[in-house]
């Protein structure tokens, strides 16, 4: 996603404590819930504030130069893309994230399947998003999600929250003053990806685990990490 101009005299505000309507935020926090239930992701059934699920069919076809036959690219079968409100928090404060129009990139840290392939137990938690037909053979499935405690990067225009399209989701949980979401121009960008949350700063698992002594911090395979709060 192009971010405001790098020409521009005033740089991207870094913290949420700085924030002030009407400017581009660039933040790494960690991922709260809003009041209600959270989505749960349609394959592995992970509940998350945003998912991306997508299932791909390959077909085997006559190669058009040789005795022989190919798997052609997957083919796009399906994909759902969905988001809602959540809170994201750092030391310095707590925003509502709009993900209305906005750019929501997730790590796919979930697969299964390929060309050629069975798959003998296949992971779903919604029957209704599998194929109808041979939904175990030459099929892949994958899925990546944005987890309650994540840490995300979030791209945006701070506003001032809409008092009655807010209302139902701050309560006195956040910070009235600070909602962050795109304009029509330029959406916001939200994103789990460990490299861009790393280039902006985000901290190390050791770094992570120093700040946050009362919880527990799990680090996927993919790089992600997810504050797991004691019990």
Not at 106 to 118: A, M
Not at 169 to 184: K, L, T
Not at 187 to 204: F, H, L, Q, Y
């Amino acid at each position: 996603m192009p971010p405001p101009d790098d020409d521009d005299d005033e740089p991207d505000i870094r913290k949420l404590g700085d924030a002030v309507p009407g400017r581009w935020l660039k933040v790494v926090g960690t991922v709260v819930a809003c009041e209600g239930a959270p989505l749960v992701a349609p394959l592995t059934g992970r509940r998350c504030v945003a998912f991306d699920a997508a299932i791909f069919q390959y077909v085997l076809e006559p190669h058009p130069t040789f005795d022989a036959e190919l798997y052609t690219g997957g083919q796009l079968l399906t994909r759902s893309l969905r988001a809602v409100p959540f809170f994201v928090e750092d030391a310095t404060g707590r925003a509502l994230v709009d993900p209305r129009g906005a750019f929501v990139r997730l790590t796919l840290d979930h697969e299964q399947g390929g060309p050629g392939q069975r798959i003998d137990r296949l992971v779903v938690a919604d029957h209704a998003f599998l194929p109808r037909s041979r939904p175990n053979e030459d099929k892949r499935y994958v899925e990546g999600v944005l987890e309650i405690g994540e840490l995300v990067l979030v791209s945006g225009f701070v506003q001032k929250p809409e008092a009655s399209a807010d209302a139902s989701v701050y309560r006195a949980s956040a910070d009235p003053r600070v909602r962050i979401a795109g304009s029509p121009g330029l959406p916001a960008d939200i994103t789990d990806r460990r490299d861009e949350v790393e280039r902006a700063g985000g901290p190390s698992l050791a770094r992570m685990r120093e700040m946050t002594p009362g919880a527990r911090v799990r680090q996927h395979v993919s790089g992600r990490m997810i504050i797991v709060p004691d019990d």
